[in-house]
């Protein structure tokens, strides 16, 4: 006998939430001198088959617990930690590179060690299946048996699969121009039995925009890959008399799979309107506008020293030194506030709130390269919002405020 997997991390995972492996051995094994339980990781993006490295990258070594039965030694590894290291890029690295750069794969192995006359001797090796991991984090709770062996899907716990969006399903949302793009994703998974997106479809109410195909793949059938779309505005200037936009995932024979994206176009509005788009907890990005009143500030950092004043021989003050600056930084702040909005959004707002990434979305009008638009990174600067309920606070609304990511004065 020898250490082995009890139970596996499901086959698609959120890398900011625990990826675990639990071992166990029932083996008189784990009553040698210095026994531990052993997990080697393999990390890697391409092809299930013949990208996966031919030795693992990491090992983990853990002295094992007595489960309470008392019936054999068991340990816990999480692996979330090593696997979101690797997830660096950002929305504008994934449109200027291969669509793959956010997914993936990892595969585990499992085995004990011992001493033996001082050195230390290995069990038998069990190996994993593959797993793939996403970014994003999950919520406690949302899955009952996230991470028993029975490996849940993925699709099970996003509300609206396979279009990764955390809108709720009963919301529509309001804007009120055309003239920036929209963002969202989808999730495509070849080479599986469970329903997955061919096509995605913008319509409105004046009829369809555009079918896509949503199945491109830079890798062999096996690979899975989370896309991220943007409604251009070249598509979204035919809807200029709708009342409504409509993004639909659909199978290969354009059956609709889910529920839709929705947006009202409502085009009276009092000021300009502030779009955001965000990483949600599922690694996809989401739009929101910003439709009441905003306002950019500017504030400046400032270093000095003081400089010497007895500038001649004889003990004379000059008026003109004194404190000398040698250090100078703009910081712009953009502070946006909501229009008037269900309760069912506040966990909208917290993700907002907790993501790692986030965008103004400025001048949509680039829709033949890249990105589709001029995006400004944002970082929050809000740190706590107060959540409103609709039977105490009738009329909800949120202001949050923003920095720009990138200083007005960058010194190196």
């Given at each position: 006998?020898?250490?082995?997997?009890?139970?596996?991390?499901?086959?698609?995972?959120?890398?900011?939430?625990?990826?675990?492996?639990?071992?166990?051995?029932?083996?008189?094994?784990?009553?040698?001198?210095?026994?531990?339980?052993?997990?080697?990781?393999?990390?890697?993006?391409?092809?299930?088959?013949?990208?996966?490295?031919?030795?693992?990258?990491?090992?983990?070594?853990?002295?094992?617990?007595?489960?309470?039965?008392?019936?054999?030694?068991?340990?816990?590894?999480?692996?979330?930690?090593?696997?979101?290291?690797?997830?660096?890029?950002?929305?504008?690295?994934?449109?200027?590179?291969?669509?793959?750069s956010t997914q993936f794969w990892f595969r585990a192995e499992a085995y004990s060690?011992?001493?033996?006359?001082?050195?230390?001797?290995?069990?038998?090796?069990?190996?994993?299946?593959?797993?793939?991991?996403?970014?994003?984090?999950?919520?406690?709770?949302?899955?009952?048996?996230?991470?028993?062996?029975?490996?849940?899907?993925?699709?099970?716990?996003?509300?609206?699969?396979?279009?990764?969006?955390?809108?709720?399903?009963?919301?529509?949302?309001?804007?009120?121009?055309?003239?920036?793009?929209?963002?969202?994703?989808?999730?495509?998974?070849?080479?599986?039995?469970?329903?997955?997106?061919?096509?995605?479809?913008?319509?409105?109410?004046?009829?369809?925009?555009?079918?896509?195909?949503?199945?491109?793949?830079?890798?062999?059938?096996?690979?899975?890959?989370?896309?991220?779309?943007?409604?251009?505005?070249?598509?979204?200037?035919?809807?200029?008399?709708?009342?409504?936009?409509?993004?639909?995932?659909?199978?290969?024979?354009?059956?609709?799979?889910?529920?839709?994206?929705?947006?009202?176009?409502?085009?009276?509005?009092?000021?300009?309107?502030?779009?955001?788009?965000?990483?949600?907890?599922?690694?996809?990005?989401?739009?929101?506008?910003?439709?009441?009143?905003?306002?950019?500030?500017?504030?400046?950092?400032?270093?000095?020293?003081?400089?010497?004043?007895?500038?001649?021989?004889?003990?004379?003050?000059?008026?003109?030194?004194?404190?000398?600056?040698?250090?100078?930084?703009?910081?712009?702040?953009?502070?946006?506030?909501?229009?008037?909005?269900?309760?069912?959004?506040?966990?909208?707002?917290?993700?907002?709130?907790?993501?790692?990434?986030?965008?103004?979305?400025?001048?949509?009008?680039?829709?033949?390269?890249?990105?589709?638009?001029?995006?400004?990174?944002?970082?929050?600067?809000?740190?706590?919002?107060?959540?409103?309920?609709?039977?105490?606070?009738?009329?909800?609304?949120?202001?949050?405020?923003?920095?720009?990511?990138?200083?007005?004065?960058?010194?190196?």
């Amino acid at each position: 006998m020898a250490a082995s997997f009890n139970t596996y991390p499901p086959l698609t995972n959120l890398s900011e939430s625990p990826i675990i492996y639990n071992l166990q051995d029932a083996s008189g094994d784990t009553s040698n001198d210095s026994y531990q339980m052993v997990l080697d990781l393999k990390v890697y993006q391409g092809d299930t088959t013949t990208d996966e490295p031919a030795t693992a990258q990491f090992t983990l070594n853990k002295f094992p617990v007595e489960h309470r039965s008392g019936l054999y030694k068991t340990a816990n590894f999480d692996v979330s930690n090593i696997i979101n290291s690797y997830m660096t890029a950002s929305l504008v690295d994934e449109y200027e590179s291969a669509l793959e750069s956010t997914q993936f794969w990892f595969r585990a192995e499992a085995y004990s060690k011992w001493k033996v006359a001082g050195s230390y001797v290995t069990s038998s090796h069990q190996l994993s299946g593959t797993r793939l991991a996403l970014p994003g984090y999950n919520l406690w709770g949302e899955n009952e048996n996230l991470y028993s062996g029975s490996s849940e899907q993925f699709e099970d716990y996003v509300t609206r699969w396979p279009i990764l969006s955390c809108v709720p399903t009963d919301v529509s949302q309001s804007i009120s121009t055309l003239d920036n793009p929209l963002y969202f994703s989808t999730y495509n998974k070849a080479n599986s039995p469970y329903t997955i997106p061919a096509y995605y479809r913008v319509k409105t109410n004046l009829g369809t925009i555009v079918t896509h195909n949503s199945a491109a793949d830079p890798f062999s059938n096996s690979y899975h890959t989370v896309n991220q779309y943007v409604i251009n505005t070249d598509e979204l200037s035919s809807a200029s008399l709708a009342d409504w936009i409509e993004v639909e995932a659909l199978d290969s024979g354009l059956s609709v799979l889910g529920t839709p994206l929705h947006w009202e176009i409502d085009c009276q509005k009092k000021y300009t309107p502030v779009t955001i788009i965000f990483k949600n907890r599922y690694g996809g990005f989401d739009n929101f506008e910003f439709s009441l009143v905003s306002r950019e500030s500017f504030d400046v950092q400032t270093k000095e020293y003081q400089s010497n004043a007895l500038q001649t021989d004889e003990a004379v003050y000059n008026r003109y030194y004194g404190k000398q600056t040698y250090f100078t930084e703009g910081h712009e702040t953009l502070t946006v506030n909501s229009d008037y909005i269900p309760e069912s959004m506040n966990d909208f707002f917290k993700q907002m709130m907790a993501s790692d990434e986030i965008y103004w979305v400025l001048n949509g009008d680039m829709s033949d390269t890249g990105i589709y638009a001029d995006l400004q990174p944002l970082v929050l600067v809000s740190k706590n919002l107060q959540f409103k309920k609709e039977e105490v606070d009738k009329l909800i609304n949120y202001q949050l405020t923003f920095k720009f990511g990138t200083p007005f004065k960058l010194t190196l």
